[in-house]
């Protein structure tokens, strides 16, 4: 029966995507990450339908190179809402289709049911090697190097950059991958909270506890996103030459510039669009 | 031909292995600390000696191996812990030494790759010199990754004898008694509810082949591991066995499987962690260095594992 249901849910065009793309998998239809082509379809089937809810903006999909590709956003809104709104944008809306290869926290794992949705759709631990291998197979990969530091941002500082990791540039030296520049703006306001409650996080082990302000008010449903619009930008690719294995200074100047770059388009962004729901 | 000694020959996998290489006309004794099984063939010579005891020594001075292949890692946990450790550390100690003393040109040493242990940070693949993170968690597997440290430390330090260290993922087949082949076996089996990895398998046929190429490929040293085609999750696996699974909630299914595991067969409780995290092994080198081609695919293999169980209800 849920074969039926899952048969029943999908989205003609989400299958249309998936034909057109050249994946390696095994003859069972697996890939060593546990992608699985046919949940993956299912899946993106119902990630589309959340993503309408948000009803995403999205320019400067031409800007994604063929072949390998880093694709680097800030990351806000609590949940990872905002790194399925790209992988979908990216499956239904480049030309050709891009199955994107996101990198998840290492936690991610140990949640039931989540992290086996996430491996077949394609989600890997966000691991050097994983990524360094999924690169140089020319694949896309999605990374949010703020981390959980920036979905668990507080409404405060809301739409200024955490300080980015040094891992994606590190690799994006070592296998010759440009960085495509990416700004989401709306997912910050889609689940607000006024503190990460750190204490209290740090005791139950996990990375952030969102507190949305109209929790008092609304218990549990506080925390089921607002119809924020998100748009999605997608800046010119940014190519970096030097070693991978460099001190860590000379990374950070490097990582500095994406981090201005992906800090400029939010801004210009936030000066553009007319309101938080439209 | 060679002059082999096979340590472990009471089970399956190392008789397995001592009977092809027989059949290519080497000449095979094994060795085993068990009772000689009632099964075991005439042709193949067995001794029993215990790989810590002064008797095995005389096995060895009188059979005068070119090679050893020291399959004879003990996997049984319901085994004391001592006994194990007696066995697998202070064991394959001694046989190293005797080896180094009589001269023998090779030693195989099949370890496991459950050493490397379930990790939710686990990357895909694992290569050979990648952390054995098994320990930390569970004691259980110390002697195995003691055995297993042993065994590199003699590859790297001594020209002689060629030591080549093995970790194959998960051995199945009609014949194979460990762990999870008998865990396949079951009619209803308990799976983490939630959780559902990829894992890989290897065919006993391609892992005496691997041992074969192990033992007879010029000027191999080093640690290799062992791998066949096809990752599949967890759920498949068991769906063609042909088993029903039960999904139990993670912070039960260990109790519930270290209890099963005094009743009857069961996973031990270390492979739990198995059934949540993927461990991904690469075998790119062995393959390169030996020109080892698995021949089995995945699902011939597990079907032929639970090919001797009767499924009707």
Known sequence: ?278 | MTRLLVTGVAGSLARLTALALQRDGHDVAGVDYRRRPKDHPDALPYTQANYNKTRIEDVVRRFRPETLLHLGRVGNLKLAVGKRFDLNVVGSGKLFELAQKYDVARVVVLSTFHIYGAHPANHVPIAEDEPLRSGADFPELSDAVQLDNLASQWAYRYARPETVVLRPTNVIGPDIKNAISTYLRQRTVARVLGFDPMWQFIHQTDVVEAIRLAATTPKLIGVYNIAANGTLPFSRALEECGARAWPIPGPLATQLLRTMGRFGPALPPYLVDFCRYPVIINDARFRAETGFVPKVGVLEALRSTVSTVDRRD
Request: aromatic share 8%; with cysteine.
């Open chain 1, 1 to 278: 029966m849920i074969g039926d249901l899952a048969k029943a849910s999908l989205d003609p065009e989400v299958v249309a995507a998936f034909d057109r793309l050249a994946i390696r998998t095994d003859e069972l239809g697996y890939d060593p990450w546990g992608f699985h082509r046919d949940s993956a379809r299912v899946l993106y089937s119902l990630s589309r339908q959340l993503a309408r809810y948000f009803r995403p903006v999205v320019t400067g999909l031409e800007n994604l190179p063929e072949g390998r590709v880093l694709i680097v956003p800030n990351h806000s809104g609590q949940l990872p809402f905002d790194g399925m709104v790209i992988a979908v944008t990216m499956l239904l809306e480049a030309q050709p289709p891009r199955l994107v290869r996101a990198m998840a926290e290492r936690w991610v794992p140990t949640l039931p049911f989540v992290g086996e949705a996430f491996s077949r759709s394609g989600v890997v631990v966000g691991d050097p090697i994983n990524c360094k291998n999924l690169l140089e197979h020319d694949n896309a990969i999605l990374v949010f190097p703020e981390g959980a530091r920036g979905s668990g941002k507080p409404w405060a500082r809301r739409y200024r950059l955490e300080a980015f990791g040094r891992g994606f540039m590190r690799l994006a030296l070592q296998t010759g991958t440009p960085i495509v520049p990416v700004s989401v703006v709306g997912a910050e306001e889609s689940i607000p909270s006024i503190t990460a409650l750190p204490w209290l996080a740090k005791r139950l082990g996990v990375p952030y506890i969102p507190v949305p302000p109209h929790l008092p008010l609304l218990g549990p449903l506080a925390y089921l996103p607002l119809p924020t619009r998100f748009y999605v930008d997608f800046g010119a690719p940014l190519t970096f030459e030097g070693p991978y294995d460099d001190e860590d200074e000379a990374i950070q100047e490097k990582v500095d510039v994406v981090q201005a770059t992906v800090q400029g388009m939010i801004d210009a962004r936030l000066a553009l669009r007319p309101g938080v729901f439209t």
